[in-house]
């Protein structure tokens, strides 16, 4: 397939982290600056899209994370890959119902996507919503950064373990343009800090965020330095299981991972094992994870929807409900998902997590 050489320009064999990094970001032929990935219409349904009442109660524990922190005149939100900007519209909704803190607030969005840019641009049309591809004009100060399926978008290394060796998966382009999985040893620094973490030191088949572990070291500093915290919500595990969980998706069906590149969304399940680990090995504090249903009703999501639907029909009141099953059910989405907080601040009273 010699569509497939476009990913291999300069290099005929990458590493996966590298390879997907290119498959999806890459400025011209990468899916996330080629193509609207979602909605019905899409290839994937975010929890934002599904019920406004998640980004409800998102918008409630961040101004009730901006009390915790005493009510600071200003306070800097961050949200980071804010997607087709669903989430964010219905945040600066219910904002505007807290005049206090909406007007302490400085909300940016981290987003390195120009087509998703355009995206949520066109839906939001908020002046003083400001974009951002790097944390150097964030303003100092009190900060929350938050992610809604943000760290699973990130691409990740794979290792296995053979005969004592640590070797790495990668990707190579074939004369006949086909692409075929190959390992070779690992480099001494990636063995090292592998080794370092106890929830990856003794597994056979091991999948490494290296990419998303920088990504977290600049929000970790910004953090520190700050009074700050970082809540990241997305679909993982806290045992890892040796598995391959790299998965591909287009049109909402699963899709082999070598075929459409650069036409389907590529993902993987997200160690929150090792997240709170490294967290921890860099100084800031970590409430207990805690799955989606866990956090979305102990902030009061069904309270909230029992309130809406008694305005409404029969027929609203039966999808509202059923949409908020696809968030809550332990076989859907509920017990999937995962909510990690870290936090550089006295108080560990957080809403969710109690």
């Known amino acids: 397939m010699k569509s497939n050489l476009k990913f291999f320009k300069n290099n005929k064999s990458l590493a996966v982290d590298d390879f997907f990094q290119i498959v999806l970001y890459d400025k011209k032929d990468g899916y996330y600056n080629s193509k609207f990935p979602f909605g019905k219409n899409g290839d994937f349904i975010t929890a ?23 009510k600071p005149k200003n ?23 807290f005049p206090k803190f909406d007007s302490c607030k400085s909300l940016y969005l981290y987003e390195k996507s120009a087509l998703m840019k355009k995206i949520q641009k066109k839906k939001l049309k908020n002046k003083k919503t400001k974009w951002i591809s790097n944390f150097r004009n964030i303003k100092k100060g009190p900060i929350i950064f938050f992610g809604n399926e943000f760290f699973d978008a990130i691409p990740i290394k794979q290792f296995k373990r053979e005969d004592k060796l640590l070797l790495e ?20 620094e990636d063995e090292k800090f592998i080794n370092s973490f106890s929830s990856t030191r003794n597994l056979k088949f091991i999948e490494f965020p290296k990419f998303g572990l920088k990504e977290l070291k600049k929000i970790i500093k910004i953090i520190s330095l700050n009074q700050g915290c970082l809540l990241l919500i997305d679909y993982g595990y806290l045992e890892p299981k040796n598995k391959n969980t790299l998965q591909s998706v287009i049109k909402h069906k ?7 590149l650069g036409k389907a969304d590529v993902t993987s399940h997200v160690n929150f094992t ?62 999937l998902f995962k909510v990690i907080l870290a936090y550089n601040f006295k108080n560990d009273d957080y809403f969710g997590f109690n």
């Open 48 to 70: 934002p899209n599904i019920s406004n009442l998640f980004s409800e109660m998102i918008a409630v524990w961040i101004v009730s994370t901006w009390e915790i922190f005493n």
């Open 75 to 97: 306070i800097n939100i961050v949200e980071l890959g804010p997607g087709d900007g669903s989430l964010t519209k219905v945040l600066l909704q219910i904002f505007k119902k």
């Open 169 to 188: 998966k990668y990707f190579t382009l074939k004369k006949d343009y086909n692409i075929k999985e190959d390992f070779r040893k690992a480099s001494r």
């Open 254 to 260: 699963k899709n082999n991972l070598l075929n459409n």
């Open 274 to 335: 090792l997240l709170k680990e490294f967290f921890l090995k860099n100084k800031l504090k970590v409430k207990k994870i805690v799955t989606q249903k866990e956090f979305l009703e102990k902030m009061g999501i069904l309270d909230r929807a029992e309130i809406i639907s008694k305005k409404m029909k029969f027929s609203d009141k039966t999808n509202l409900y059923l949409r908020l099953r696809r968030l809550l059910s332990s076989k859907l989405m509920g017990n």
